[in-house]
């Protein structure tokens, strides 16, 4: 699926299945990132390297290695 910090995800759910098999899903981001929501266009600060839109569900991961930039963040999904 993915090796240390120099590989990339295909997609979201990759992302969450790493970030929970390491035990990383809730803990705290080094920093937050804010962006636009990509399913209901509303500006999210994550927090969390997992982390679920307060607005309409949307979840969004991203893996510590990957944290500093936005544009590592993918959407998994919404939670049903």
């Known amino acids: 699926m993915h090796d240390g910090c120099s590989g990339k995800f295909e997609d979201g759910k990759q992302v969450q299945a790493k970030l929970r098999m390491m035990g990383f899903y809730?803990?705290?981001m080094p920093f937050p990132a804010t962006f636009i929501?990509?399913?209901c266009n509303?500006?999210?600060t994550m927090t969390?390297?997992?982390y679920?839109?307060?607005?309409?569900?949307m979840v969004?991961?991203?893996?510590p290695c990957h944290a500093f930039d936005v544009e590592n963040i993918l959407a998994v999904?919404?939670?049903k």
């Open 52 to 57: 679920e839109c307060p607005h309409c569900s």
């Open 37 to 39: 929501c990509k399913e």
């Open 26 to 28: 809730d803990q705290m």
């Open 60 to 63: 969004y991961a991203v893996t």
């Open 42 to 44: 509303k500006e999210i």
């Open 77 to 79: 999904g919404k939670r």
């Open 48 to 50: 969390t390297f997992e």
